[in-house]
């Protein structure tokens, strides 16, 4: 049985990384379903021209004729076209790890956002920077360097929103229990951005829990999450 | 087939109502599984004596010979030993309601109480309420008015700590998609506490996803969630 081999755009960075927390989930669902494929780099200012305007935010997947854009979007079709090792155990089960996605952009990834979005940007290939730059300053109404000048501070804040996770992992190695699910890939993902970009470790020396926790999740799948481009989380 | 009838020890106030974020998930738990149960209310001041300093903590169940008290290991119990309607859709839907509870504990439970514990207290039976005053001050290191004194203040970061919740009802109309879950019972357990003893709306008038998700919350299993004696939750 031969299938067209899927394409998965990722956003990049100079160092050739993949660059988003939702590019990161995407990679790890295709992962646990054992399903290959063939990436395809694109830097910010190429999705608008690439796509035809079509899609203004990466992941994009193709699976043959079929281009979809959105995480969400993507783990579902793959998990009905592709229903051999599922991404959830069911409708409630989506539910609630679609919650704690909601949860983890909320009170996490904005956060991590106003932390890292400088190195974000310093990260970049250098003819996406002043696109990059000049789409989030608009946003922001700030330039990138008022957005995070209190970072230092913020980054108490950072941490102690992450006490759910570590709540989670004194009752069981993985966010889902004995085995990763989902909601590890998701809070996986976060990592995986700013591992890539980061100049300031977000975590302290002894949070052991997420620790543990990132140690056992970047060695998943063959080591997916391990590079040697990675830049500490850890003071 | 005759089973001993469940009982449920539940903390109650002076008006007779339940007190507890905790016991009101398991009120719904019982309901979801169509549970029969007899309930035995008990005040602040009635549990160590009651269970002779085996039990700290209600909610309490007993079921025949079977005493267990904390919430999780309750349902979990239930679960098991009446599978028929179960709360979990298996262990990663167990694992991620478990992070969302761990979520809700740290971002609006604390955040609940230090609105409202003096509410907690004037609402308690009259001969639990030195107790409760003293077991808690000397928890907060403080009375409990200066604990609650700028709770107005304190208003606007619960409603912003329950945007998760509305990031979700925007697309199901339970937080568990379709039908609610053990993520709805925890939630609307939450409302429960509050709406017992608030002197203080705690959201604003045009909340309407909040609002919404309450009002059928409230409804399922006939009604269980109605009482004249509930005091407004909106302005």
Same mark, same amino acid.
């Given at each position: ?121 310093? /990260? ?6 002043? $696109? ?14 008022? $957005? ?36 590890? $890939? ?34 998943? $799948? ?5 590079? /040697? ?7």
């Amino acid at each position: 049985m031969t299938r067209p081999t899927l394409r998965l755009y990722e956003l990049v960075l100079a160092n050739g990384r993949s660059a988003s927390p939702y590019v990161w989930r995407v990679r790890y669902a295709l992962a646990h379903k054992g399903l290959a494929f063939d990436s395809v780099p694109l830097g910010f200012t190429e999705i608008h021209t690439f796509f035809a305007g079509r899609f203004k935010t990466l992941p994009v997947i193709a699976d043959g004729a079929t281009m979809l854009a959105e995480s969400w979007v993507i783990v579902d079709y793959l998990d009905q076209r592709y229903p051999e090792k599922p991404l959830f155990a069911g409708a409630a089960d989506h539910a609630a790890i679609r919650l704690l996605d909601a949860w983890l952009s909320f009170e996490v990834l904005r956060r991590m956002l106003r932390i890292y979005v400088l190195d974000v940007h310093d /990260a970049a290939r250098p003819e996406d920077r002043s $696109y990059f730059r000049q789409s989030r300053e608009a946003r922001f109404k700030m330039t990138l360097e008022a $957005y995070t000048a209190d970072r230092g501070e913020r980054l108490s804040r950072l941490r102690e929103a992450l006490m759910p996770l570590r709540m989670q992992l004194r009752q069981s190695p993985f966010l889902g229990g004995t085995a990763p699910s989902y909601a590890d $890939y998701i809070a996986l993902g976060a990592f995986q951005w700013i591992g890539s970009v980061s100049s300031l470790p977000a975590l302290a020396k002894d949070d052991t829990l997420l620790r543990e926790w990132l140690d056992r999740g970047f060695d998943l $799948y063959d080591g997916l999450g391990r590079d /040697a481009r990675l830049r500490p989380l850890f003071e």
